[in-house]
């Protein structure tokens, strides 16, 4: 493939500069930026600010009464094709400094195991290891390296900001910020720069994600812990009955059982079906990599796994086990599952189909803690509890004007074939932009897979930060006018 004017505008940025772009890179990563730690944040927003006014943006910080802030803003060109709205989001997951190899705010760059000088030349392979390297800095580092990279060339596209600082706490004050800026991020398309590349290490993009909806279970038995061995063989045990009802939940091959769970789910089209047989396989290098044999056969592949609703048990509490366990019989059992909600799925009525998967069961389903008299009365008993803020699914169809542009944008700046995913398996709500800011979505990620994504020892592999100042340089010098609504 012949390189274009800006391809080579980048080569020659990061030959010259690229222990200055890694440098800056590295004192953003520098400022903590735990979710929900507001004052921290709040010096992660004036850094961003500054670092896109210094190339030319028109930035402001945002803050609505308890939330964290939002960095907002535009730069614009003189004959654009399109406007793009840029979404990322620069709070990270909580840390627990003992468990990493090197301070999470910190950053070190590493050559394999070895720590390496970045002052002269940067290795590609090399790492560079903090809270928020990947997730979700890395977009911010690209972005503002493309604008150096490009100054010297024209512009085609008009470009509107919207940088998070909550969505590692659910994005609770999302809805509420677009609601109000709604007029200060209109585009005819937005971009979430978000998530990794594919497993094989293939540059990707994505058009889609799976929704949410989660619950707490707790089953009761006795008022107090009793004797096993005085009451084992009479008095029912709470945590047998969690077992039980979770067990009724999915059959052997793992597909979930509970009636009318796939109702509602869009049918797999054949360009789902298209774009899932072209992606490698990988199967056989997950199972590797991620320690464990034998995937669930309700679904052919991992990638049409990810087109269905899923039902999981993210943790289950009874009593002690180990050197603590007790011979008794618990009082209580609880459970909490969530459910990764596909396209067309609606959050309520998933639940309500469980909530009825109980009371066919035979319990009395409660949304509270039980009375005295209600344990006394009622043989089976549950209280489920509602997440609150689930959301649906959000999906945009692959041969749509917005996933075409995109395939050929990265297929340029990667110089290869890249992957067209249906959807990511995790939940981001997609949907505010198209309900709210009325504009479709995609995903454009430059992650390295094997990332420790919201883990201890979180990186990014230096090659993946300079994919996405190349990704960036090509959409800014690109005739995106096909997007345009």
Not at 24 to 40: C, K, M, R, Y
Request: aromatic share 8%; with cysteine; net charge negative.
């Amino acid at each position: 493939m012949a390189s274009s004017p800006a391809h080579e505008a980048v080569d020659r940025h990061i030959r010259g500069n690229g222990s200055a772009i890694v440098g800056e890179f590295a004192d953003l990563l520098a400022i903590p930026n735990v979710t929900g730690s507001v004052a921290d944040l709040q010096r992660n927003a004036d850094e961003i600010v500054a670092r896109f006014e210094s190339r030319g943006a028109t930035m402001e910080v945002v803050q609505l009464d308890g939330a964290s802030p939002v960095v907002i803003g535009e730069l614009r060109c003189d004959n654009p094709t399109a406007t793009i709205g840029v979404y990322v989001h620069y709070d990270g997951q909580p840390v627990h400094p003992e468990n990493w190899t090197f301070p999470p705010f910190a950053p070190t760059i590493l050559d394999g195991d070895s720590e390496v000088d970045v002052s002269n030349d940067v290795d590609s392979e090399w790492r560079i290891y903090a809270r928020g390297a990947s997730d979700d800095k890395a977009p911010l580092a690209a972005i503002t390296a493309a604008l150096d990279a490009i100054a010297e060339l024209e512009r085609t596209v008009d470009l509107v900001f919207l940088f998070e600082g909550e969505e590692e706490s659910g994005s609770p004050n999302l809805a509420r910020y677009m609601e109000e800026l709604a007029g200060r991020l209109e585009a005819d398309a937005w971009l979430l720069c978000d998530g990794p590349v594919h497993q094989s290490g293939t540059p990707q993009v994505v058009f889609g994600c799976r929704g949410f909806a989660g619950f707490d279970l707790t089953f009761y038995g006795p008022e107090r812990e009793l004797h096993s061995g005085h009451y084992g063989n009479w008095v029912p045990n709470p945590a047998f009955e969690l077992a039980h009802f979770l067990a009724s939940c999915k059959d052997e091959t793992g597909r979930v059982v509970i009636e009318g769970f796939y109702d509602d789910t869009w049918p797999i089209s054949s360009a789902d079906i298209k774009a899932i047989e072209a992606l490698p396989a990988v199967e056989d290098l997950l199972e590797g990599s991620l320690g464990f044999s034998g995937s669930d056969d309700a679904y052919p592949s991992y990638a049409e796994s990810l087109m269905y609703p899923s039902f999981n048990v993210r943790g289950i509490r009874a009593s002690e086990v180990g050197s603590g366990a007790r011979n008794a019989i618990p009082s209580e059992a609880s459970a909490s599952v969530d459910i990764r909600l596909a396209a067309g799925d609606v959050p309520d009525r998933m639940l309500d189909r469980v909530e009825r998967h109980l009371e066919q069961a035979g319990y009395v389903v409660l949304d509270r803690e039980p009375t005295a008299a209600e344990r006394r009365r009622s043989r089976r008993l549950v209280t489920m509890k509602r997440d609150v803020g689930g959301y649906r699914a959000g999906r945009i169809p692959l041969d749509s004007p917005l996933a075409l542009a995109m395939v050929e944008v990265a297929r340029e700046a990667s110089g290869e074939d890249v992957i067209a995913l249906p959807t990511f398996g995790g939940s981001i709500p997609l949907y505010l932009f198209e309900d709210l800011l009325g504009a479709p979505v995609a995903m454009l990620p430059i992650a390295n897979h094997d990332n420790n994504q919201h883990a201890p020892d979180e990186n990014l592999r230096i090659g993946n930060l300079w994919y996405g100042i190349k990704l960036w340089a090509t959409m800014l010098t690109s005739d995106l006018s096909a997007v345009r609504s």
